[in-house]
């Protein structure tokens, strides 16, 4: 891995740079533009969608608008059975979907960066009590966690973020640590240290710029756990009524009969949209691992 | 004089690199007796590896046989189709390589690589390959109790007697020894090739050994060729190149390296500089640019093929002033200061 | 033996991360919101029951000490009263796991003989057209949640084609005596093959990469080119060589893999009305049947750290250069 040149540039300027964002590989090019297209839908979604997404429409009848086909009466991808713009629920999935995904992608990224800097840097004892709760993160089954947690309390879309925080940065920190290990390994960092640097100087200046590009990766792993466990989750029921999201959409299709009714208009859509943001994010990651281990092969 | 088992002719190997290629062996001609071994020497990336396992037909993925002939037992196995090749391979051809420990299959026993090249390739029964296996043990030296023990199980020079084994599964005609002794300390260097030259002279075998240490040629090679940037330096009897040297290349060679029966040759000296880029080589003779002896000729013209003694030949504009040079060549400071 | 050594103290590890995580359970469902009495009894329990227990789990007493009657109950393999089948959820449990591990193994099975072969293929056919389709087509289906897999293809094969039954294990009234009698029957193989199938959708990418990037390595291996010079068939340089190498790592993530699919169940299971462990865990959390929800969850746990072990020792096994140390 080349060091990062210390440019005299602005801080802003020099921290994107150290993200060192995939931006010569196709896939992860098509990933970064996927992402780009959804975050502008999540933040124009009041534009975008033609109606409120919980609202029970009416045809110009003043009959209820269950179940329409795409294009009936003008719905796009028709209505649910009760009445509501697929299209529109669609729309605003997105703001849930990014705002879990980024948000435990972040906490996982942070709190899994820290540890593995922590025991990597310190090593010692404490490295050996954080590696053995990662050992006890990695015995806890995930799914059935979020479950018993999102039954326990009250039911949020901040369950699956606060479950994640408590259980997926133990991939991140392993990985984390034994770069941490294999950087303080190197010359520059024992020259640092005779040269009366401190600590946190030296892992500000030497060692936090070197793993940010891999957290980054752990980071955009996650997002795309983030969003599909909270598809479970609202899809088994245990989501937050009050929000839609694209798990929601799935539950209430399966729990009213779109599959009888032959309504893929209904859960197709939903799906087709988790399965682009997640893959979106697992090209980002492609290309960030040809950047970072070119040994690949890839 | 019996025709030689294989002949060489004009060989050509290039890599392709980047958008372009580059040719790593570029028309090496030479000949390999019957029954002796025949050394290959020269610096790394000067080809020698590549014309060894040419002669297999076994390269890189980016690399092609771009031209020449390579005459095996009166076939040019050059040209013939794959499938033909595929059968003379271990049977009549056979590889000892670098490094055992990276060639052997980690996940099988060797007894298990023996019986596969005995049975697949040598259509014996399973009983008939025990046997063999256990013959080939004997020969060159390892317990047949060892037979069941993985590769990691045994020391580097076992390993490469393990490989030398294998080699000589099938009683093939031709070995080709890929610096077989390189990876291994001085003591045992000379075990493996005493038993090497043992081997080949019981069996009758020719045996084409790769190396880059000259030492090694001198201990066990009956004649040598000497390679310099892809192409054929010097060629001749072991005793004539090594003692009467008349490429300069050959005479620097000789100064690098230290006798492997022990005895000091008095200062080593190195070659200044490095071999040239094969992307781009220079357009006379290869070594010209790190040639004591050098003149305006040499960096134009490239210099012919020349037989100047019986089997002797040199590929050098000043060969004919040979016994001069290597009284220049002998004294260090005419090495420091490149012409 | 140090292979033994190391074997021993990877249990003892594994043990402790098995006694965390049975702590944790404790403390969140002693710890949880409402009367911490809820994690074992149900109010419509006649008194006698209710009190039974009570002393069965000490629930009068403080907390410390609940934890060791917890502990003690547990090793005895006593995991209290189901709210909702007035049964023990032992039983329950254990009366399910075989429907899980059917389903789980068998979607396994199916991903891993695909994944690997796929995999060996599309490693031996690197750069070529296919490999450029094939990759992004396996990365998208890890991509996909699995219970709308499920949904799509209950929608096709089920509801629209009518080739395969909705939800369940067997058709009414069907009898089938005994355990191979069952699971052999073309009637619960039809109600297998929708979720097995949608489970092997899903797990066939694991195996396919890693068998992919660990055969582009070893094809790079000294000993595949001896094998191609000792004039060995393509076959056997391909298979019997770099394939083999390659698989060590596979087949140990193959223990892993059940782990997460026993996480996964949970969703599918509900999807395909599966009568199995995870489907039972979301039915018990939402009539907050928690003894039979911890329980539930307690077992997938057991499942996963076991599983995790023997991945180890399954490596060190199959590895001679570990096993013949």
């Known amino acids: ?298 | 004089m019996t025709e030689p088992l294989l002949s060489v002719r004009n060989l050509k190997v290039s890599y392709a690199v980047g958008g372009g290629s580059v040719d790593a062996v570029d028309g090496a001609s030479f000949d390999v007796p019957r029954g002796s071994i025949l050394g290959l020497v020269g610096e790394s990336g000067c080809g020698k590896t590549t014309v060894a396992r040419a002669i297999t037909r076994v390269i890189a993925d980016n690399a092609r046989i771009t031209g020449g002939e390579m005459i095996f037992e009166g076939t040019d196995i050059a040209a013939i189709p794959e499938r033909q090749m595929n059968a003379l391979r271990w049977r009549d051809i056979a590889f000892i390589p670098q490094s055992a420990m990276n060639s052997l299959d980690p996940v099988y026993t060797v007894e298990s690589q023996l019986h596969e090249v005995l049975r697949r390739r040598g259509g014996m029964d399973r009983r008939a390959a025990q046997a063999r296996a256990e013959e080939l043990f004997e020969m060159v030296g390892i317990e047949k109790s060892r037979l069941r023990d993985y590769p990691h199980q045994f020391s580097g020079g076992m390993r490469q007697r393990v490989a030398i084994a294998l080699a000589l599964a099938l009683n093939p005609k031709l070995v080709i020894a890929d610096e077989p002794v390189t990876a291994l300390d001085v003591i045992v260097q000379r075990q493996i090739l005493d038993q090497l030259r043992e081997l080949q002279a019981m069996l009758g075998i020719s045996v084409i050994l790769v190396t880059h240490d000259i030492s090694v040629v001198a201990y066990v090679c009956d004649r040598t060729v000497v390679m310099y940037a892809g192409r054929i330096a010097e060629e001749g009897p072991m005793e004539a190149v090594l003692t009467r040297p008349m490429h300069p290349y050959t005479m620097g060679l000789r100064n690098a390296f230290p006798d492997l029966k022990g005895a000091a040759s008095g200062t080593l000296t190195p070659i200044e500089g490095a071999p040239p880029n094969l992307a781009s080589p220079p357009p006379g003779c290869r070594f010209a640019p790190r040639c004591p002896f050098a003149l305006e000729v040499c960096t134009r013209a490239q210099p012919p093929l020349r037989e100047l003694a019986s089997g002797h030949r040199v590929a050098c504009h000043r060969a004919d002033e040979a016994p001069v040079l290597r009284e220049l060549a002998v004294r260090t400071e005419t090495w420091l200061v490149p012409a | 033996m140090a292979h033994l050594k190391a074997a021993l103290s990877r249990t003892l590890q594994l043990a402790l991360v098995l006694w965390a995580v049975v702590t944790i359970l404790f403390l969140m469902f002693r710890l949880m919101p409402g009367n911490p009495m809820a994690a074992y009894i149900d109010p419509t329990f006649t008194a006698e029951q209710q009190e039974a227990l009570m002393a069965q789990f000490g629930l009068d007493k403080p907390l410390w000490e609940q934890y060791v009657i917890y502990l003690g109950n547990l090793l005895q393999g006593e995991l209290g009263q189901s709210f909702r089948y007035r049964e023990p959820v032992a039983e329950r449990i254990l009366a399910l796991l075989p429907n899980t591990l059917i389903l789980t193994f068998t979607s396994l099975i199916i991903a891993y003989a695909f994944g690997i072969l796929a995999g060996a293929y599309l490693a031996w056919r690197r750069g070529s057209a296919v490999e450029k389709v094939a990759i992004p087509i396996v990365l998208t289906t890890r991509a996909m949640p699995e219970f709308w897999l499920g949904m799509v293809l209950l929608a096709i094969f089920s509801f629209w084609l009518g080739w395969f039954p909705a939800g369940g294990t067997r058709s009414a009234g069907s009898d089938y005596g005994g355990f191979w009698g069952l699971y052999t029957s073309p009637d619960f193989l039809a109600y297998l093959a929708l979720p097995a199938l949608t489970l092997a959708i899903y797990s066939q990418g694991l195996p396919l990469l890693l068998m992919r990037s660990n055969m582009l390595d070893v094809m790079k291996e000294d000993f595949v080119t001896m094998a191609r010079i000792k004039g060995l068939s393509t076959w056997t340089v391909v298979v019997r060589h770099a394939a083999r190498n390659a698989l060590l790592p596979v087949m140990t993530s193959f223990a892993i893999a059940v782990g997460y699919q026993l996480q996964g169940n949970v969703v599918v299971e509900t999807v395909f009305s599966w009568p199995g462990l995870g489907r039972e865990l979301v039915r018990a959390v939402s009539a907050s049947d928690y003894p039979l929800a911890q329980g539930a969850f307690l077992l997938i746990a057991v499942v996963v750290i076991l599983m995790n072990l023997i991945a180890d020792l399954l490596y060190s096994l199959l590895d001679p250069r570990v096993s013949h140390a």
């Open chain 1, 1 to 298: 891995m080349p060091e990062l040149a210390i440019a005299r540039s602005g801080l802003p300027t020099r921290l994107f740079r150290s993200l060192r964002l995939p931006l010569n590989d196709r896939f992860a090019v098509f990933g970064l533009l996927i992402y780009l297209v959804f975050v502008v839908t999540a933040l124009f979604a009041d534009q975008i969608a033609p109606y409120d997404p919980t609202e029970i429409l009416y045809t110009e009848d003043y009959d209820l608008a269950a179940d329409m086909r795409p294009g009936q009466e003008g719905f796009i991808l028709g209505t649910t059975s009760l009445g509501r713009d697929v299209f529109s629920q669609l729309v605003y999935g997105t703001r849930s979907a990014l705002l879990i995904g980024v948000t435990a992608a972040f906490m996982v990224a942070l709190i899994g960066s820290l540890v593995g800097l922590v025991s990597g840097y310190f090593g010692g004892w404490t490295d050996a009590v954080l590696m053995r709760l990662a050992d006890i993160a990695f015995g806890i089954p995930f799914l059935p966690f979020v479950i018993v947690l999102a039954a326990f309390l009250e039911p949020s879309i901040w369950n699956v973020v606060l479950a994640m925080a408590l259980v997926l940065w133990r991939d991140t920190a392993r990985v984390i640590r034994s770069q941490v290990l294999t950087l303080r390994s190197r010359g520059y960092v024992d020259a640092a240290r005779v040269a009366g640097s401190s600590d946190a100087k030296i892992i500000l200046r030497h060692i936090a710029p070197n793993i940010l590009p891999l957290s980054f990766l752990y980071g955009s792993i996650a997002i795309g756990w983030a969003i599909l466990t909270e598809a479970s989750i609202s899809f088994l029921g245990f989501g937050d009524p009050e929000s839609i999201s694209w798990g929601y959409m799935l539950q209430d299709a399966f729990a009213s009969q779109a599959l009888a009714k032959q309504a893929y208009y209904w859960f197709v859509p939903p799906g087709l949209c988790i399965i682009l943001v997640v893959s979106a994010g697992f090209f980002i990651t492609r290309g960030y691992e040809n950047i970072l281990f070119p040994k690949l092969g890839r």
